[in-house]
């Protein structure tokens, strides 16, 4: 009897534990909804009519605090702790300078939710509404594997991956919505595409470029290679030339080759490294001595021919889709440039969050 009176008395302690864990945390469930509705009144900003929250510049603070420290790091050797963000670092105090990134990032973002609504993609541009979309989102997933279905993705968001994946989402479905037709601010015509191609065609040049190369072959057993090594290091510095390399080693043949990037496409063969000198030589220049199994060779850079038409077939859709980031980020700065901005500086000064 009094050993089930001693269990029933544990029983009950643990309900009692529970209970309290669980007071516990709808007691921070309900302070974070506090939070949440009453951040979300403190206008830091407002872009077209639609409000910025201080709740808002302080998720970007926190997005954008580590890419701060390090630029203060590699700028000024400085490490910031926490107490060390309002401390004056040269001309800038790195609490500002953090402020200052979260409400650029925050205004840039809230253009791209007001265009969205605009096309009909979102139903509201306000940092709350995200919010309850990601919770809206997780219900939907909980009740999903509730009912054994597949869920793709992370079964629950946290906002920091909610926020990124809708940006992105929302980004690329305005570059579609926005690029589908000649009267659409993005549309891309062909001509464009060429156009960009010419304009940057050493970026697209790579697995189109030929190189055509002299190559000298110099046998060497295993035991002679460290001397033969030093040997063809000193002539190519001296600029002896191919034909005069080859005069001083017995067995040396000399050859005309065309490599390609393609050639070395292999990480550490031969080739590989050959092609890596050749990309930033000019015609007359030699490489560098690579062994090679029977002994070493060296190139000399005769001419370099690039296939236009061959580099534009093969990265059309790699330029289509650098040139239409390209505009949609200068759509995005003109559709804001039209709107009206207002900022309370004063408010953006106080907000902080963990960790400064």
């Given at each position: 009897m009094s050993k089930r009176t001693g269990t029933s008395?544990?029983?009950?302690?643990?309900?009692?534990?529970?209970?309290?864990?669980?007071?516990?945390?709808?007691?921070?469930?309900?302070?974070?909804?506090?939070?949440?509705?009453?951040?979300?009144?403190?206008?830091?900003?407002?872009?077209?009519?639609?409000?910025?929250?201080?709740?808002?510049?302080?998720?970007?603070?926190?997005?954008?605090?580590?890419?701060?420290?390090?630029?203060?790091?590699?700028?000024?050797?400085?490490?910031?702790?926490?107490?060390?963000?309002?401390?004056?670092?040269?001309?800038?105090?790195?609490?500002?300078?953090?402020?200052?990134?979260?409400?650029?990032?925050?205004?840039?973002?809230?253009?791209?939710?007001?265009?969205?609504?605009?096309?009909?993609?979102?139903?509201?541009?306000?940092?709350?509404?995200?919010?309850?979309?990601?919770?809206?989102?997780?219900?939907?997933?909980?009740?999903?594997?509730?009912?054994?279905?597949?869920?793709?993705?992370?079964?629950?968001?946290?906002?920091?991956?909610?926020?990124?994946?809708?940006?992105?989402?929302?980004?690329?479905?305005?570059?579609?919505?926005?690029?589908?037709?000649?009267?659409?601010?993005?549309?891309?015509?062909?001509?464009?595409?060429?156009?960009y191609h010419e304009e940057h065609a050493s970026e697209w040049a790579a697995n189109a470029t030929n190189y055509e190369v002299t190559q000298l072959i110099v046998p060497v057993p295993q035991e002679g290679k460290k001397g033969a090594a030093s040997a063809l290091a000193e002539l190519i510095a001296e600029q002896a030339g191919l034909e005069g390399i080859a005069s001083r080693f017995e067995e040396a043949s000399i050859r005309t080759e065309t490599l390609t990037e393609e050639s070395g496409s292999y990480a550490n063969s031969p080739a590989h490294q050959v092609v890596l000198q050749l990309r930033d030589m000019k015609p007359g220049e030699l490489t560098a001595p690579v062994e090679i199994g029977e002994g070493f060779t060296v190139y000399r850079l005769d001419e370099v021919k690039v296939d236009e038409q061959k580099a534009l077939q093969r990265y059309e859709y790699q330029i289509k889709q650098q040139l239409l980031e390209e505009r949609f980020e200068a759509y995005v700065e003109q559709y804001r440039g039209e709107l009206p901005v207002q900022v309370n500086r004063e408010l953006l000064a106080k907000v902080t969050i963990p960790g400064i």
């Amino acid at each position: 009897m009094s050993k089930r009176t001693g269990t029933s008395k544990r029983i009950k302690g643990w309900r009692r534990v529970w209970l309290l864990s669980g007071l516990i945390v709808v007691a921070g469930v309900l302070l974070a909804g506090y939070m949440l509705a009453r951040d979300s009144h403190e206008e830091v900003a407002k872009v077209g009519g639609n409000a910025i929250t201080d709740q808002e510049i302080a998720f970007q603070m926190d997005r954008l605090k580590s890419a701060v420290q390090n630029e203060f790091q590699v700028k000024f050797q400085v490490t910031l702790g926490k107490g060390d963000w309002t401390q004056r670092v040269g001309d800038l105090i790195p609490l500002h300078v953090l402020q200052e990134r979260a409400l650029e990032q925050a205004m840039r973002d809230k253009v791209i939710f007001i265009l969205a609504q605009a096309q009909g993609l979102l139903d509201s541009p306000d940092f709350d509404s995200l919010t309850a979309s990601m919770e809206t989102e997780n219900r939907e997933r909980e009740a999903a594997i509730r009912r054994g279905e597949v869920v793709y993705g992370l079964t629950r968001f946290t906002l920091e991956p909610y926020y990124a994946h809708r940006l992105a989402s929302l980004e690329t479905e305005l570059k579609q919505m926005l690029s589908q037709h000649p009267e659409d601010p993005l549309y891309l015509e062909r001509g464009d595409v060429e156009s960009y191609h010419e304009e940057h065609a050493s970026e697209w040049a790579a697995n189109a470029t030929n190189y055509e190369v002299t190559q000298l072959i110099v046998p060497v057993p295993q035991e002679g290679k460290k001397g033969a090594a030093s040997a063809l290091a000193e002539l190519i510095a001296e600029q002896a030339g191919l034909e005069g390399i080859a005069s001083r080693f017995e067995e040396a043949s000399i050859r005309t080759e065309t490599l390609t990037e393609e050639s070395g496409s292999y990480a550490n063969s031969p080739a590989h490294q050959v092609v890596l000198q050749l990309r930033d030589m000019k015609p007359g220049e030699l490489t560098a001595p690579v062994e090679i199994g029977e002994g070493f060779t060296v190139y000399r850079l005769d001419e370099v021919k690039v296939d236009e038409q061959k580099a534009l077939q093969r990265y059309e859709y790699q330029i289509k889709q650098q040139l239409l980031e390209e505009r949609f980020e200068a759509y995005v700065e003109q559709y804001r440039g039209e709107l009206p901005v207002q900022v309370n500086r004063e408010l953006l000064a106080k907000v902080t969050i963990p960790g400064i």
